[in-house]
Structures are given as C-alpha cells and as structure tokens.
C-alpha cells in the first residue's frame, strides 16, 4: 500500500529524515514512535506530498506521490497534529465541501457524515462556526472528513492528542474497521501504551533514521513497548 525508500530530507545543516525505507501493506496499522524532532511529522508530510523530500522514493498503491500527485491523493487522508481548517465554515459545510472535492455520493455522503459524526459525538455541532470549535473538535472533524471518501490509506500524526477517552476509543475501532477492510493506516503517537494495544508493526525512529521496525512481537520481545524505546534511546545516546 505504502512504499517508503530511502527517504532523505534535510532543512540546511540538519538531516531531519536520513535514508528511511518503510513499507505498510494493506491491513496493516502502522505506528510511527519517535521523540519530538526525531523526523515522524518531516516524514508524514513527505508522504503525503505536501513537502518535496531531497532523494527517494514514496509510493501509494504504486504511485509516486513525486510523479502522480493527483492520483495519490484521491486514495488517502492526511490527518495533521494541529487542524488547520476553514473557521469561516459550519462544520457541514467542510464536511460536503471535502465530499465534493472526493465526488463522494450526495447519499452516501450523507449516511457516512451521520455515521461518523454521531459516533464521535460531533453531528451536534456540525451547524456551528468551526471558529468556535475546541481543538478536540476540530480534530473530530478532520477524522471525519477523512472517513467519508473512503481512503485506502489513512496518514495521521499523533491523532490522540486532544482527543477524549471515549473519543479515543472510538477512533481506535474506526482504524481497526478500515484496515480489516483491506486499507492501511500509518500514524505517529507518543502514547506508547497505545501503540503496543493498537499497532501490527511499530517503526521507532531518531534523529531522522530507524531504529527498528517490525512485529510488535519482533520488536518488543518480552519487554514493554516502553521498555524496548528507552533502551534504543539510551543506547544511540550512547554512540
């Protein structure tokens, strides 16, 4: 679903990505586990192409993101940290505006914002002014508006944050629902503990290159998820 090769980024003297190679199959939820700095938002923006990596390569259902742009986009979702959504919008203008840009079925639309909506508690609100959303609302809007056209892949940084436990919960069900329905999801979090509940495969990253990558089986052994990133942490502290 995904192909992530060799990927370098570098903003002047610092190498924020260094040759990092991933690849998430459908199915698959992927979590993306680094300190802040160590390259997971410089690396999701490359995915989703809103920023040009300096070499390699990325794919999304074997289109180049670089050379097909277009087409990649019409197949995922790209979730930010921080919503920078239209606050002069309702919340249902948003949602049918990014309906019309993915030409999602007027009713179709309508059954999957009601669907969506209601389950993150939000289809209250959607007649508001996004200008007068909380972040944890606009953060429930924008997985909406991610839902409703279907992606084959979702591209989501830290998508817990702001976010209720009831919320939370529900988003997880929503990931494990599209992935079992043959899609893909790669996310960055900082919540370990979700991570090693949620997660196929983790990548742990720093300084801009992996670490490991694999299983959380294959990763963590017999140790914590926690245990596993300290160790790695200290041990490239050490180099």
């Excluded at 940084?157 to 997880?172: Q, W």
């Excluded at 043959?182 to 990253?205: M, N, P, R, W, Y």
């Excluded at 694999?214 to 140790?223: F, N």
Aim: hydrophobic share 40%; aromatic share 8%; net charge negative.
């Amino acid at each position: 679903m995904l192909k992530i090769e060799h990927l370098t980024k570098t903003f002047g003297e610092k190498k924020a990505v260094d040759n990092l190679s991933l690849h998430i199959k459908p199915g698959e939820i992927y979590g993306f586990i680094g300190h802040n700095g160590a390259g997971k938002t410089t690396t999701l923006k490359s995915v989703a192409g809103i920023q040009n990596c300096d070499s390699g390569t990325i794919t999304i259902d074997g289109k180049s993101i670089i050379d097909s742009p277009t087409e990649c986009k019409r197949i995922f979702a790209y979730i930010p940290d921080n919503p920078d959504i239209y606050d002069y919008m309702t919340g249902i203008q948003y949602l049918n505006f990014i309906g019309d840009i993915f030409e999602v079925d007027a009713k179709v639309r309508e059954e999957l914002i009601h669907k969506y909506a209601s389950e993150l508690e939000i289809e209250d609100s959607l007649a508001q002014s996004i200008s007068e959303y909380s972040h944890g609302m606009k953060q429930k809007l924008t997985i909406v508006s991610a839902w409703i056209h279907k992606p084959k892949l979702i591209i989501m940084d830290e998508p817990f944050v702001g976010l209720d436990p009831s919320a939370a919960f529900k988003l997880k069900g929503m990931m494990r629902d599209l992935c079992d329905a043959g899609g893909a999801i790669f996310f960055s979090t900082h919540v370990l503990e979700v991570a090693e509940k949620l997660c196929d495969k983790i990548a742990i990253i720093k300084q801009g290159r992996l670490i490991k990558s694999g299983t959380m089986e294959e990763v963590r052994g017999d140790e914590s998820l926690e245990e596993v990133f300290l160790e790695l942490e200290d041990v490239k502290d050490a180099d």
